[in-house]
C-alpha cells in the first residue's frame, strides 16, 4: 500500500481536509488542541458529526452501514483526522465492538445496537480486565450465571476507558469452567445505567478522568444480550483485540507531535541561552523518533494490505501495538527533555507574555508523558505481545 503514488486519492484527502476545517464542531476542535477532556456531552456531540457524514465507522463493509472505503481511504482519514487535530474517535464502539456485533451478533441484536454505534449517538465501554487478572486475562473470575431467560452478573471490571460517557459496555465473563483457563468464557452485552451497576472514577497520573472501576452486583440483563454462542468469548475477544492493537498506530498524530516539538525546539525565549535545536543530543533523539514513525507507518501498511473484506488484522497486530506504543513513549519523553531545558534556562526578573505563551505546552506536553507511561501495558503489554509475536507469528 503505497499512497505517495496514488494521485487518485488527493480529491477524498481534500474532502476530508475541508470537512474537518469547515463542519466539524470547532468548538472542540479548540478545547482538545487547549488538552482539556471533554464532556460526556461533547464526546456525543464530535462522534455524531462524524456519524452524520457516515464517517464515524469508516472501516465497516458497506453491508452494515459502512462508507465502502479502501484500505488506502481509511488510512488518509486517520491520518487527516489527526493532523487537524479532532479528538480520537472512541475505539470502544465503531472499532472494537461493532466487528464483533455484525460478524457474530444475531440479526436482532445487529439492529438493535449498530444504527447507534455508526451514527455515533451510542457509547460503548469495554469490560475485559479485572483486578486480579491484567494480562492474564483468561484467569478472570467475572461470573454470568444463567437463570431461566436472564444472566446474573457478579464481579468487577477495571481500568475501564471512557466508561463514564458509556451508555452500555460488552464484557467477558464466566459461564462455566472447563479443562483451560480460555474456556467457558463468554461475550455479554449489558447497559451502565441497570440496576447493580457501580462506576468509580480512577485519576490517573496524568490528572484525567480516562479510567474507571465498574462494579456489578447482581446484575440481571435479558439472556439475548449474551453474543454468539455462550463459552465461545475468548475466541470472539481475540478477533476484537486485532483491531484494538492495529488502532493505536496514529501515525499523523504522532507526526503532528514530531512537527510541534521540532517548533519547540527552534523557539528561542527570552533569556534563553541557546535554541534546543542545536543540542546535538536532543537533535539526534528527534530524528530516532522520526524514523521510529517511518517505521511504524510502513508497519501498519503492509499489516493493513493483508487485510480482506473487513477481517481481523490477527496475530500480526501485535507487532503495531508494539511499535505503536514503544514510539508514542519515545516522542513523548521528548517533551519531558524540552520542558527540562527550559526549566534549567535563566530568565529575567519579568518573564516577557510572548514567552510565557510559547511555554503553555509544558504542563500538556509532561502530562502528555505521564499518560503514555500507561501505553505498554493496556491492551496486553508489550511483554505478552512479544509472547504472542513468538509464538504465533514466528512459530517458535
Known amino acids: 500500500m503505497d ?25 472542540i476542535r479548540d478545547l482538545t488542541a487547549k488538552g482539556v477532556s471533554l464532556s460526556t456531552a461533547d464526546v456525543r456531540r464530535s462522534e455524531m458529526a462524524l456519524g452524520s457524514k457516515g464517517w464515524l465507522a469508516t472501516a465497516w463493509p458497506k453491508a452494515f452501514g459502512g462508507p465502502g472505503w479502501s484500505l488506502e481511504q481509511q488510512y488518509i482519514f486517520d491520518e487527516e483526522l489527526e493532523r487537524a487535530g479532532i479528538p480520537t474517535v472512541t475505539p470502544m464502539g465503531v472499532i472494537y465492538v461493532g466487528p464483533i456485533l455484525y460478524t457474530f451478533g444475531s440479526p436482532a441484536q445487529q439492529e438493535r445496537w449498530l444504527p447507534g454505534t455508526r451514527n455515533g449517538s451510542l457509547g460503548w465501554a469495554q469490560g475485559y480486565s479485572e483486578p486480579e487478572s491484567g494480562s492474564d486475562l483468561a484467569s478472570l473470575q467475572f461470573s454470568a450465571v444463567r437463570d431461566g431467560d436472564t444472566y446474573v452478573l457478579n464481579g468487577t471490571k477495571i481500568w475501564t476507558s471512557a466508561a463514564q460517557h458509556a451508555d452500555w459496555i460488552f464484557l467477558l465473563a464466566r459461564t462455566s469452567r472447563g479443562a483451560r483457563k480460555q474456556e467457558g468464557i463468554s461475550f455479554i452485552c449489558c447497559e451502565m445505567d441497570r440496576p447493580g451497576v457501580q ?29 454468539g454462542e455462550e463459552g465461545k468469548g475468548w475466541t470472539y475477544s481475540q478477533y476484537l483485540l486485532g483491531f484494538e492493537r492495529t488502532s493505536y498506530a496514529r501515525i499523523g498524530g504522532k507526526r503532528k507531535q514530531l512537527a510541534h516539538l521540532r517548533a519547540i525546539a527552534r523557539a528561542e525565549p527570552t533569556g534563553g541561552n541557546r535554541r534546543l535545536i542545536d543540542d546535538p543530543a536532543f537533535r539526534r533523539k528527534l530524528g530516532e523518533a522520526e524514523m521510529a514513525v517511518d517505521g511504524l507507518e510502513m508497519t501498519v501498511m503492509r499489516v ?85 509475536i513468538a509464538k504465533r507469528v514466528l512459530n517458535l
Open 3 to 27: 499512497l505517495s503514488q496514488n494521485r487518485e486519492l488527493e480529491p477524498f484527502r481534500r474532502d476530508v481536509r475541508h470537512f474537518f476545517e469547515t463542519e466539524y464542531p470547532q468548538d
Open 199 to 227: 462506576l468509580t472514577p480512577i485519576i490517573s497520573i496524568d490528572g484525567k478522568h480516562a479510567l474507571n472501576s465498574v462494579t456489578f452486583d447482581n446484575v440481571r440483563v435479558p439472556a439475548d444480550y449474551l453474543i
Open 304 to 388: 493493513l494490505s493483508a487485510v480482506k473484506d473487513g477481517g481481523s488484522p490477527g496475530k500480526e497486530a501485535s507487532i503495531i501495538k508494539i511499535l505503536a506504543t514503544e514510539t508514542a513513549q519515545q516522542i513523548t519523553t521528548l517533551y519531558l527533555d524540552a520542558a527540562g531545558a527550559h526549566g534549567q534556562r535563566a530568565f529575567p526578573d519579568s518573564v516577557s507574555p510572548d514567552w510565557l505563551e510559547n511555554a503553555s505546552w509544558a504542563a500538556p506536553g509532561v502530562a502528555t508523558y505521564l499518560g503514555t507511561r500507561a501505553q505498554s501495558i493496556y491492551g496486553g503489554t508489550n511483554e505478552i505481545q512479544k509472547n504472542i
